[in-house]
């Protein structure tokens, strides 16, 4: 009989006769003289046993109260009695035959099985108190303790052997236990002292655990973990010393101590009501937490430095001794953590220990397993409501807020930090409007330590599942979930009812960077990027991620995507971990990290406005004016509600560390697409047209080159020196070479997207960033940047949009701030003449005639605006607006303000790109079908800008409206005195019958000059030269003029109706007109101008005798 059934039974050594045959020949050998077995019936067992238990007690260290004895007491006299009855009843086993206990009808079924394993704790339990009791004489040996602390005590009896000392002295230590009364540090377990036993060995410690549980108040589980982990320290702590026992006998017997332990920690917290305690937990049956698993919880969730701390060796011994039976205790775990988390914040202090948790049991092959087979892994899709009118409703599917608040690692991505509670913890707390940024910069300093250990134990979490196949596809297919759900985020306008928040997918996608950074910098043999692991397939033939089978493509259409796929799928695909990874990870920026950086900017736009009217009030005053008050509460409320928003994405969005990642990842995603094209690094081979291009490029989704160019352009607008933690230079070989061949792309405003994110990346940024100089050093954007930029500024003229007129001035007002920064290097200037040289001269002059066109309309719409501003100024100062239009005039020059400000801007940067390319590049200008506009337009621009329509043009702060007069007027005649050699410029001007005013070129424009200062006299003295020239030959074409006016009508030209110099025909409609007229005309729309078919500067018929007939007459 085991030492533990001896005591629940009350039976001293000496009475035990229930050992097996075994042990019964042992005890014969070694007491010859024991007396006859005696066998005790029943009614004797359980008179006995109450009699021991009917005893006082002497009060002591780890005694319990009289109410709590008699408690026990009370329920082990019933247990004696159900087992009386069940005993007479039944006919008693064998030792060899164990009794298989009744299962409990509230045992799981996990519980119930382990309950009925012969092995198990509990069952040795339950049977040895079934068993009947043989009674035996004690032997004649006892054994003197020998532990430190009261070794010499019992000195008169015989000494222990250095074996058996060891045993007795490490339980004693391990299990803090001791059979001698009076010693405070231990626990005296008085039921065995009183059995005349001296010492402990191996056999004691499931009664000395049992003998524990009854008589201390502190809780059993904690108190089994420190036995375990102080057992585990002084194993790790063993060393071979002479006169010591061998390493290997010391650690068996703490194995076996811990071995004892862990089988107990697994029946009490499978079937807690076999072993009695004093746990105080908190249960949920309704949530499927029971006593055993908020028991283990408890315990999880102890720092560190406890005593009682979970360790994995604990773990690991735990899950391995019982981990057939345990599925339902960490089902439960796992749901108690995650709903712990639900009511989490950052600012909390309770979510770390939950996380660290559950990192470290995911790193538990079985544990892991449970977690991805947990109901709530993927919840259920919930079943659709009925609508407000009574309709059949309509079923969603999946969701990403029910994939957020119910999936199990939902509430764990879901601790971030623009929760409204953890942003007015870090930023509120009624102080913010005197936040300085230093205050910002540290509370955001702090939010970003709290979020980068969110992150990597999430990462954590998922790479130990990762890395084993069992629980591989499955963490997958909750990644697919959680995208395919989210799909909403996609639209221009996002539902926020069914998507997951933005601090969610902020957090996912920050976690899948993690997971991806093994394979992102992974180098070939030539310190290329190494990227061919990726299977470009993965978009059109996984069938998990729908969402990218939508998506538009780069080049091909949804149609021609699904062909290639069905004609090339022979069967189902497999794809490797790098493959999903990298996709998953493209699609989560694009959900996540693209689409809150595009909220964030318009909060700020939404900051700054509020900002204004916010300041607006308190500096006139009206924020103390009664009347006002409710408003200004208002406006101020929603000024500090922005604030906090700003600051708190701030603290995601531009947190170091996490755009580190980001970089690597647009690097990758750069090689990836460029080693797809088949397009080398020095642009040396390129497909040579569309149908070259591979079909596994064709059809990727256009985010793959989209999201890396927005991403770029918000930092380098928000904090440019972010820009420095990156590597680009295989994104910018892509994006010359977008650039450059538009037929890698079939969305135009891809590639308009290229000049904004060069800007950053040249000396005139208004950035202290490290990449300033980067398109100046690289050496490709040396030979083909300028001819790229130049083949964009044409292209975006058509691109296919209802909009297309106003969608082309963005992008080409960027290319000319950065043409303008480069133009001051040789190397860009003569790669731009030699791109001159070697292109068609008809597609050249397009480049030029659509600068002309651009500066023409925007320079002449901002002076309108500026007019009619100046009107609504002047008629408020002289209070001539009636009351009923007030409201709406405002609101008119409000909108006239944002676009004036838009229009000035380019148009400032337009005129200027005409002035330094007709300073080093005049040819093009000079051409019959351009000189007479460039003329026409610098005399229209001028006059409005020197003659008497220059007081309309007079606002209250023009530099508000981006307004520059004499920067203006330096430029514009800057550009006549870049032409004012070429006599056939000076014809155009003097040719102008409109703008032409010689008292403005001659006296105006140079008074002007010399009063403003921003040219030198010699500069105004050439102006005047010029002035005077264009004079002079005014006077002499209008003498020629009323020589050719009786020309025959054969010998003008069909549109303006002067004589012509090169007369052509045009082959559809038959009208012949003067080259210059038609080709300016096809610069601008290649269809015949009177029947609108197609037409082509090769397509025109000269009519040489008509030419030399003009000529003789």
């Known amino acids: 009989m085991s030492n533990l059934v001896r005591w629940v039974l009350g039976v001293d050594k000496s009475q035990d006769n229930t050992s097996d045959d075994n042990n019964q020949k042992d005890n014969t050998a070694n007491s010859s003289d024991a007396p006859p077995e005696q066998v005790l019936s029943a009614e004797e067992i359980r008179r006995k046993r109450l009699e021991r238990f009917q005893k006082k007690s002497p009060s002591g260290n780890g005694a319990k109260t009289s109410a709590e004895k008699e408690e026990k007491k009370s329920s082990l006299s019933s247990a004696l009695k159900k087992e009386n009855n069940s005993t007479a009843k039944s006919t008693p086993p064998t030792p060899s035959t164990p009794v298989t206990p009744k299962k409990s009808s509230t045992l799981k079924p996990e519980v119930a099985e382990y309950s009925n394993a012969s092995s198990s704790p509990v069952n040795i339990i339950k049977q040895n108190q079934n068993k009947q009791v043989l009674a035996k004489t004690p032997p004649k040996s006892a054994f003197i303790p020998s532990s430190p602390s009261h070794g010499d005590a019992h000195s008169h009896h015989t000494k222990l052997s250095p074996e058996e000392k060891y045993v007795h002295e490490t339980i004693c230590r391990m299990m803090r236990v001791t059979l001698l009364s009076g010693d405070s540090t231990f626990v005296f377990l008085k039921r065995m002292a009183t059995q005349e036993r001296l010492h402990f060995d191996l056999s004691d410690v499931d009664f000395i655990l049992y003998e524990r549980a009854m008589q201390s108040d502190a809780p059993f589980f904690d108190y089994l973990v420190q036995v375990f982990s102080k057992a585990n320290v002084e194993a790790s702590e063993l060393v071979e010393k002479k006169k010591k026992l061998p390493v290997e006998f010391r650690k068996n017997v703490l194995q076996q101590i811990q071995k004892c332990v862990v089988a107990y920690a697994g029946v009490y917290l499978l079937h807690p009501e076999t072993i009695p305690s004093n746990e105080k937990v908190t249960t949920d049956a309704a949530f499927g937490v029971e006593k055993g698993a908020a028991i283990l919880l408890k315990q999880l969730l102890l720092p560190p430095d406890d005593a009682g701390y979970v360790t994995h060796t604990f773990l690991n011994a735990f899950v391995e001794q019982h981990g057939n039976y345990l599925k339902g205790i960490f089902t439960s775990v796992f749901t108690q953590v995650s709903r712990n988390l639900r009511e989490t914040t950052l600012n909390d ?20 397993q449970v977690l991805v087979q947990h109901p709530l892994w993927i919840p259920p899709i919930p079943a659709p409501a009925n609508n407000a009118f009574g309709m059949p409703p309509l079923s969603r599917g999946m969701t990403g807020k029910v994939m957020e608040s119910r999936s199990l690692l939902g509430p764990f991505f879901a601790l971030h930090a623009t929760e409204k509670r953890t942003a007015e913890h870090f930023f509120g707390g009624g102080n913010t409007l005197s936040f300085s940024r230093s205050d910002v910069t540290s509370s955001q300093g702090l939010l970003r330590k709290q979020h980068k250990t969110v992150q990597d134990s999430l990462k954590n979490i998922l790479l130990n599942l990762l890395r084993r196949k069992e629980t591989r596809d499955e963490v997958l297919k909750w990644i697919a979930t959680v995208l395919s759900s989210n799909e909403t985020r996609n639209r221009m306008r996002d539902d926020m009812a069914h998507s997951s928040s933005d601090g969610f997918m902020f957090n996912f996608f920050a976690v899948m960077l ?6 992102l910098e992974k180098v070939d043999a030539q310190g290329n990027l190494k990227t061919d692991n990726v299977d470009a397939l993965f978009p059109m033939m996984n069938d998990s991620v729908l969402m990218f089978k939508e998506d538009t493509k780069v080049l091909y259409s949804s149609q021609e995507a699904k062909e290639y796929v069905e004609k090339n799928q022979k069967e189902p695909v497999e794809f490797n971990f790098v493959t999903s990874c990298f996709y998953f990870t493209l699609r989560a920026m694009h959900l996540g990290f693209v689409k809150t950086f595009q909220k964030y900017s318009q909060k700020i736009k939404q900051h700054m406005e509020i900002q204004r009217a916010y300041d607006r009030m308190k500096q006139s005053g009206m924020s103390q004016h009664p009347q006002h008050q409710m408003e200004f509460a208002q406006i101020e409320k929603r000024f500090i509600q922005l604030r906090i928003e700003r600051w708190t994405d701030e603290s995601q969005l531009l947190d170091t560390d996490f755009l580190k ?3 690597k990842y647009i690097r990758f995603e750069s090689a990836f697409v460029l080693n797809l094209c088949g397009i080398t690094k020095d642009l040396s081979v390129v497909p040579e047209d569309e149908s070259q291009v591979p079909p596994q490029y064709a059809m990727q989704p256009e985010s793959i080159i989209e999201d890396g160019f927005d991403t770029i352009t918000f930092l380098g607008r928000l904090q440019p020196e972010a820009l420095n933690l990156g590597s680009y230079d295989e994104m910018l070989v892509l994006c010359v ?41 690289h050496p490709l954007t040396k030979t083909h940047l300028m001819s790229g930029l130049m083949k964009l500024y044409v292209d975006m003229e058509s691109t296919g949009a209802s909009n297309q007129f106003y969608d082309k001035f963005t992008p080409r007002f960027w290319i000319a701030v950065v043409m303008k920064s480069l133009w001051q290097y040789d190397y860009f200037r003569d790669a731009f003449k030699r791109e001159a040289h070697m292109s ?15 500066a023409i309309f925007l320079l002449d719409e901002s002076l309108k605006m500026l007019n009619q501003i100046h009107e609504f100024e002047d008629d408020m100062k002289n209070n001539r607006i009636p009351q009923h239009q007030l409201q709406e005039r405002s609101r008119q020059a409000r909108d006239h303000t944002g676009q004036l400000q838009s229009y000035m801007m380019l148009a400032r940067e337009t005129v200027n790109m005409m002035r330094y390319l007709s300073r080093d590049f005049p040819e093009p200008f000079l051409r019959p079908e351009m000189a007479p506009r460039v003329a026409s337009m610098l005399n229209y621009f001028l006059i409005h800008l020197a003659g008497d329509e220059c007081q309309n043009l007079k606002v209250k702060n023009p530099e508000k409206y981006h307004f520059k007069p004499k920067e203006l007027i330096t430029q514009l005649t800057e550009t006549y005195m870049n032409f004012s050699k070429y006599d056939e410029f000076v014809k155009a001007v003097a040719a102008d019958e409109r703008s032409y005013k010689p008292d403005i070129i001659c006296i105006k424009v140079p008074s002007i000059l010399s009063r403003i200062g921003t040219v030198t006299k010699s500069f105004i003295q050439d102006f005047e030269n010029f002035g005077r020239l264009v004079d002079a030959k005014a006077r002499e074409m209008a003498a020629e003029e009323e020589d050719y006016g009786d020309a025959p009508d054969e010998f003008l030209d069909g549109i303006t109706y002067t004589l012509m110099e090169d007369p052509v025909k045009l082959p559809a409609s038959g009208v012949v007109l003067d080259r210059s007229t038609i080709e300016r005309h096809l610069l601008n729309d290649s269809t015949d101008p009177f029947n609108r078919s197609p037409l082509e500067v090769k397509d025109l018929l000269p009519q040489p005798e008509l030419k030399t007939q003009i000529e003789e007459w």
């Open 514 to 519: 993690r997971l991806s950074e093994p394979f």
């Open 840 to 854: 068609d001269p008809h597609t050249f002059l397009k480049f030029f005639n659509m600068l002309l066109n651009d």
């Open 661 to 663: 990642y980001v970089f």
């Open 349 to 368: 202090t309770n979510w770390f220990p939950l996380f660290s948790r559950v990192e470290l049991l995911s790193r538990i092959p079985e544990v892991a």
């Open 737 to 777: 070479a977008l650039l450059k061949y538009g037929y890698f792309v079939k969305n135009p405003h891809i590639r308009a997207k290229i000049p904004e994110l060069f800007q950053f990346f040249t000396p005139n940024s208004q950035t202290t960033s490290s990449t300033r100089m980067l398109l100046v050093h």
